[in-house]
């Protein structure tokens, strides 16, 4: 539905902005779009994020952790990157748990005990394997586009005099649009995720865990990144207050962390 929905606004784009002649071009590079996404989506995702792949001698303990929990899931092994950064953040992501890698903040090996360190991966490796990973990482990469679209929508066009009104519609639906590709696979994959990664290590240690990200974000929520990978990271590191806190795209971190303690 996605790659759909990605192939459609492709076409829709080139087809207001030129014509039907254009909407051929929109078609074939809709295609070719798709064909990248599904085969490099992660490649992506993993760019955005400046996350770099690490072997055992470089973070024994990690691959450790990461083996260990894969083991338990009975799914291969994932690639490990970490990300040099201080904040205490995780996420999973690849089209498939033989074609996964988990990524860890630097700031979140240093901060949290090695149990903690368990439960957070083990939730990552939960999503790989209920297969979350590709339909997160394509749907950030769509949010992305739209976004993109959207101002082509802005600023292309025919000409000055012949612009369609739908144009200014898509305008402002664009952005709405992405919000809701991304809350619609999120919050309860997330629930999902941490009864799973609960299993595989310790509900409390996952609950200890979500509640100091929970406070390093409120204190240090991050301006800069892309706002569209939002879902992908364990609790949400852009955050917003009012209104906004409607439109998170994860569950209640106090509602998590309850369930999580109900299972002890």
Known sequence: ?????????????????????????????????????????????????????????????????????????????????????????????????????????????????????????????????????????????????????????MFGGRSRDDRNPLGLVVVVLAPLAAMLIRLAISRSREYAADEGGAKLSNPLALASALEKIETSVERHPWRDGNPSTAHLYIINPFTGDGLFSLFSTHPPVKERIRRLRSMH
């Not at 087809?15 to 992506?44: A, Q, T």
């Not at 690849?94 to 949290?112: D, I």
């Open 1 to 153: 539905m996605l790659m759909a929905l990605l192939m459609a606004l492709v076409i829709g784009v080139f087809w207001y902005m030129g014509g039907e002649s254009y909407g051929l071009v929109g078609v074939v590079l809709g295609l070719l779009m798709n064909f990248g996404l599904f085969w490099f989506s992660d490649r992506i995702i993993l760019s955005m994020t400046g996350a770099k792949e690490v072997d055992k001698m470089q973070f024994p303990q990690l691959h450790a952790i990461v083996e260990r929990l894969a083991f338990k899931a009975q799914i291969p092994k994932p690639k490990v990157y970490v990300v040099e950064n201080s904040s205490l953040n995780a996420f999973a992501t690849g089209r498939s748990p033989s074609h996964a890698a988990v990524v860890v903040y630097s700031g979140l090996l240093k901060q949290m005990s090695e149990q903690e360190v368990e439960s957070v991966l083990g939730h990552e490796l939960s999503h790989v394997k209920n297969r979350d990973t590709l339909i997160s990482t394509l749907a950030a990469v769509i949010a992305g586009s739209l976004s993109y679209f959207m101002y082509a929508f």
